[in-house]
């Protein structure tokens, strides 16, 4: 017997045990609206329904409201579809005209515009019955700009990280120690714009540490320095802040730059160039600029030969140069029509890198001359023969625009060749042609009407 009450008392807490938790997990009727900031978490069951502290805001700063529609133990309803309203304390905040529960919650994102502590309301405009739900009350920081750790070491190489600290700021000079948020980074030089990594980093309660690396050299103060790290906000630009200066060396003679008409040298950059290379006339001779940098494109003094060739089989290339502290103008011309590269090599140290230019279009300079394709003879006096002439540029490359005239002539007298006047369609003529002149050294000549 005792067994017996044993097993039914163990089946009994089972039971007890299931139904508890079966009642946990259904939610009553929707009778309330609850709104939870950042750092709030939802507890149902509890007298509050939440957990946590509300995190203060950054004034302008975009942050998140879960608003959950619930019963009056703050379970959620899911169920619930109906339509909402929201306002705020702070009259200047952006919130959303209206949205919408989905599954009984929605998240909106909300910004306050001024400095204080405010709340957000959300009103049930499907059933006015639900009384409006009303935040915790989040206190709202002005932020001022961004300050950097002092600089005391004045001299840094490009591309060797260095450790930084950046904090945000009050009107007061204080730390905002509530900013949580995503800062771009800059590095201004004398010549303009720097490249620095990280480019952007993410404050914690008000402060970010760590390595930043900056690219772009510039000597032009070697005493006070000429470059400064600068931080900002993409959202709101006018919250910023800049380092004191400092001076960037650059590295050592690493690889040459390959400059080509239509861009021009960026150092510290990722390629080292700006612009496209401009599309060149086939045969016309251009110039190229080539510069001795280190690693990041920065220019240095070298009197090194350096060679250009290129993957065009019509080029004039290879063309060499010397340089002079650190650069040389090199003169050359494309060949073939379409997309071509030029490469430069240092001819007097192989250990620095060379470089490939981006592609280069090659385009027809206009007609220079004709070609006639090879007539395979021997052809019979007042017989048609198949003839194609090309209308082509000072490279042989076929100008698809031309649409001209030309005259035909042979040199067995006037009257001997017909047609005597062609029309070419896309650089091209294609026909028959009849000698009426016999020998065995009959020619003809096409020539434009100039």
């Not at 080539?290 to 004039?316: E, H, I, K, M, Q």
Request: aromatic content about 8%; glycine content about 10%; proline content about 7%.
């Amino acid at each position: 017997m005792r067994s017996r009450r044993n097993k039914f008392s163990c089946l009994g807490l089972i039971l007890m045990a299931a139904l508890l938790v079966s009642t946990s997990a259904v939610a009553g009727p929707y009778t309330q609206i609850q709104i939870l900031m950042p750092g709030e978490t939802e507890a149902p069951g509890t007298i509050s329904g939440k957990t946590g502290i509300p995190w203060s805001q950054t004034v302008g700063e975009p942050f998140t409201v879960r608003i959950r529609a619930v019963d009056d133990q703050w379970y959620l309803d899911d169920t619930i579809t109906h339509a909402l309203q929201f306002a705020s304390s702070d009259a200047s905040a952006n919130l959303p005209a209206s949205a919408s529960f989905s599954g009984g919650q929605v998240e909106v994102t909300a910004v306050f515009n001024a400095a204080g502590a405010f709340t957000v309301t959300a009103d049930d405009q499907t059933d006015p019955t639900i009384p409006d739900g009303t935040s915790a009350s989040v206190t709202s920081v002005l932020l001022h700009g961004f300050v950097f750790a002092d600089i005391t070491q004045k001299h840094r190489d490009a591309g060797v990280p260095f450790g930084t600290t950046i904090s945000a700021v009050d009107p007061g000079g204080n730390v905002a120690n509530v900013f949580n948020g995503t800062v771009s980074l800059q590095e201004l030089t004398s010549y303009g714009e720097g490249r620095i990594e990280p480019a952007t980093v993410t404050l914690a309660n008000g402060y970010w540490t760590g390595d930043v690396t900056v690219f772009r050299a510039d000597e032009t103060s070697i005493n006070r320095g000429n470059v400064n790290m600068y931080a900002f906000l993409d959202s709101d630009p006018t919250k910023n802040g800049t380092s004191n200066p400092f001076v960037v060396h650059p590295g050592p003679f690493a690889r040459l730059l390959l400059v080509a008409p239509g861009q021009d040298p960026l150092p510290g950059s990722a390629e080292g160039v700006t612009g496209t290379p401009a599309s060149q006339s086939a045969a016309q001779p251009f110039a190229v600029d080539v510069f001795a940098t280190d690693a990041w494109w920065n220019p240095l003094p070298s009197a090194d030969n350096v060679r250009n060739t290129s993957s065009d089989p019509g080029a004039s290339t290879p063309v060499t140069g010397t340089l002079s502290n650190g650069y040389a103008s090199l003169n050359l011309s494309l060949g073939t029509f379409g997309a071509q590269t030029l490469t430069v090599e240092d001819m007097s140290n192989g250990s620095i890198q060379g470089m490939t230019s981006a592609p280069i279009q090659v385009i027809p300079a206009g007609a220079h001359h004709f070609e006639i394709v090879p007539i395979a003879g021997p052809v019979t006096a007042g017989e048609p023969v198949a003839v194609t002439i090309r209308a082509t540029d000072a490279g042989g490359n076929t100008i698809p625009d031309f649409d001209g005239n030309a005259i035909l002539a042979a040199n067995t007298g006037a009257g001997s060749i017909s047609p005597e006047s062609i029309t070419f369609a896309s650089g091209i003529w294609s026909g028959e042609i009849t000698f009426r002149g016999a020998g065995n050294a009959v020619q003809f000549t096409c020539s434009d009407y100039a």
